[in-house]
């Protein structure tokens, strides 16, 4: 009976895709992971901004910039891991990782906007995990961010990170904005 249900599933998918088109029909199907999308956090007057999404592999990337903060207001720009070259060339995506089920998402960060550093970028540790209130639908969803240094002799190396290594960032939008 399972594989009769099944195959009825199939035909039915199979003529809904031909008859609406594979676009429509990804958007239906799409379920976005609550990690998907853009993250605050505020020092003072500068704004820390996360933006993640997930690829068509499973893994998550993103970028990272922190900006100039006032009455709302989001003003210039400190820094930005999406770095654009004279040539048109832009800094592959700086945010790298898993998710996995019951810690959240774990992977690596490049840290390309250390000022005076020797190499392109400095690796750190990342790990970012959704600890909001399931029970509260009008509450915003918050994670914790922490970024730890790499073990092991560098050469070079640079103690620290450009931006907060141990934060609570709230999610502002499901939306990426990249500039």
Partial sequence: MTDFIKNIYKISLLLTLTLCGTNEIKAQFTIASPYEGTWHYQDGNELFVVSLW?????????????VEYNNGTIGATILNSRKVYDDGFVFPPTIYGRFHLGSGISGLLHDNTIENNP????????RM???????????????TWKIEEESGIRVNFIEG???????????????????
């Fill in 129 to 143: 995990k959704i600890n909001s209130d399931s029970n509260c639908t009008n509450c915003p969803v918050k994670a």
């Fill in 54 to 66: 997930k690829e068509d592999d499973g893994k998550f990337r993103g970028y990272y910039k922190k």
């Fill in 119 to 126: 190499e392109d970028f400095k690796d750190g540790i990342l």
């Fill in 161 to 179: 990170f450009s931006i907060p290594t141990d934060v609570i960032l709230t999610k502002v939008s499901d939306e990426i904005n990249l500039d």
